[in-house]
């Protein structure tokens, strides 16, 4: 209780809305399983409009499906494909909100195997097409060799197993960049490094990810999330520094509580509730990194960040797991742990323990950046649901300017107008190294700062590169090729004025 009333952890939102009401759905993230017919498809559907009202993010993989035009024995008739039954799920998002509170979001995932991928890469080219949806292809490492080869690779039917086609992987990996560029969507996940790091292969292999990406999950799994603000973490006066001793006990804390949260949660679906209790997975992440950075007088896109970020979040993880090596001790491991990765090495309570989300609703009632990514804009208009619009400016850099003595009014007004902070004359030279904003750090800075916190998080972790308007298809394909040279699991990107409805950057 202590630390979420000071704001110095917060759970997900489900946990934060339905703890203590009725409904007791407390988890984040949902994946949901589709197999190949009708029943099961539109079973599906009724689920994720199950865990939507409840406040939960659904993920499908839809690479199970037989692709369109294919034969259907019972009926005689042809198959619509995947990305027809997108269209439904689609429709059922649209008219629930989420808990009464939020709309619901999905992610889905088609193989780059599937004989549909290309219906699938282009589905959202055409404005207000699925828009509860975010997109991404699983790409295998044998696909990305191919493109670095210029080699070519099967498309294979899923419903016979057989090979569709051929296809070169260059020129399909051309049309993933390209509309990428043009639309934002689809995002990449490196499947198979996802599921290197299944921490239950007996269990089965994991297919997809929640809506933003950061947590893989089996079939049936759900987990449930919370951050830990690291702008509170600090100590001193003047210049500070990481406080690890309020950090390790608000880790061991965390971990105790969101384990506590399997317990006390009340599933939507039995089947989803016994599939979680099996693997116990919980996901503590972080926020306020931004923030974090300023008080410690270090610029985002500087080496000196990346090794705060290796600093804090290997502390995260190694005490997160020693967290949860107590709570084996005292309330014994998994019920998966046999053939689990830790099975003989070392108990644990938790298959997986860390996981960074974007932390949208909590960064905002916790009054912090974002995740781990860098503030967007030092003013802006946030555009809240029901259009009510809000000027915000960033406080750190109000602080900054107020005791910097270049604050002004004009400043301000120069900002919320669109003003760049480096072309301010007044502001010192420091102040604007150190307040960089997300489009002022190069695509490769984003891609380097995921990859350091990737390196010590056992799930996934949901980060967006950003790019100017003015970014070639060559700047994004350069960034789908460093993350998977550099061990992401996953990768999202967004240009300016991609896409319709964004956040006003000022």
Not at 140 to 155: C, P
Not at 286 to 296: E, K, S, Y
Request: proline letters at 5%.
């Amino acid at each position: 209780y202590g630390l979420m009333a000071r704001l110095e952890f917060l759970p997900n939102s489900p946990t934060l809305m339905n703890a203590g009401r009725e409904l007791g759905q407390l988890s984040a993230c949902f994946v949901l399983p589709i197999e190949d017919s009708i029943e099961s498809i539109f079973d599906a559907v009724k689920h994720t409009a199950m865990i939507h009202k409840s406040g939960g993010g659904t993920g499908f993989s839809f690479s199970r499906l037989r692709p369109e035009s294919d034969r259907v024995g019972t009926t005689g008739g042809v198959a619509s494909g995947p990305v027809s039954f997108m269209r439904a799920f689609d429709v059922a998002t649209d008219v629930i909100k989420q808990g009464g509170t939020r709309r619901g979001a999905n992610m889905a995932i088609l193989s780059i195997e599937h004989p549909d991928i290309e219906r699938f890469i282009t589905a959202k080219q055409q404005a207000g097409v699925l828009t509860n949806f975010n997109l991404s292809v699983a790409v295998t490492d044998r696909f990305m060799e191919a493109v670095r080869t210029n080699g070519e690779y099967d498309l294979i039917n899923p419903h016979n197993g057989e090979v569709a086609a051929r296809k070169k992987a260059r020129e399909m990996f051309d049309k993933i960049v390209n509309l990428a560029w043009k639309t934002g969507d689809p995002g990449i996940v490196f499947i198979d490094r996802i599921n290197a790091g299944n921490p239950t292969p007996r269990l089965g292999r994991i297919e997809s990810t929640n809506p933003c990406g950061e947590q893989p999950l089996l079939p049936y799994e759900s987990c449930n999330l919370g951050s830990i603000n690291l702008s509170r973490m600090l100590k001193g006066n003047g210049r500070k520094a990481v406080d690890y001793d309020k950090l390790s006990y608000t880790v061991r804390t965390a971990v105790r509580f969101l384990d506590n949260v399997i317990d006390v949660n009340k599933f939507p679906l039995p089947q989803i509730g016994e599939r979680t209790r099996q693997t116990r997975k919980i996901g503590l992440g972080v926020m306020g990194f931004a923030d974090m950075l300023i008080d410690l007088g270090i610029p985002y896109d500087s080496p000196d960040a990346l090794s705060t970020a290796e600093a804090v979040m290997g502390f995260i993880q190694s005490e997160s797991h020693k967290a949860s090596q107590a709570l084996a001790e005292e309330r014994g491991t998994f019920p998966a742990y046999d053939g689990s990765v830790y099975d003989g090495k070392v108990k644990m309570r938790n298959a997986s323990c860390t996981t960074i989300a974007p932390t949208g609703t909590l960064s905002i009632i916790a009054g912090c950046s974002s995740g781990i990514e860098p503030h967007f804009a030092l003013c802006f208009t946030r555009n809240i649901m029901d259009n009510t619009k809000m000027i915000e400016v960033n406080p750190y850099f109000e602080r900054a300017a107020k005791e910097g003595g270049f604050y002004s009014e004009a400043l301000i007004k120069k900002l919320a107008e669109g003003g760049h902070l480096e072309d301010m004359a007044d502001v010192p030279d420091h102040i604007k190294n150190l307040f960089v904003t997300a489009h002022n750090i190069t695509p490769e800075g984003h891609v380097k700062m995921q990859a350091v916190f990737q390196n010590y998080t056992d799930n996934a972790v949901s980060k967006t590169v950003n790019f100017p308007a003015d970014a070639t298809v060559a700047d994004v394909e350069g960034v789908y090729l460093m993350a998977f040279d550099d061990g992401l699991k996953g990768i999202t990107i967004y240009r300016d004025g991609c896409k319709g409805a964004y956040v006003e950057l000022k």
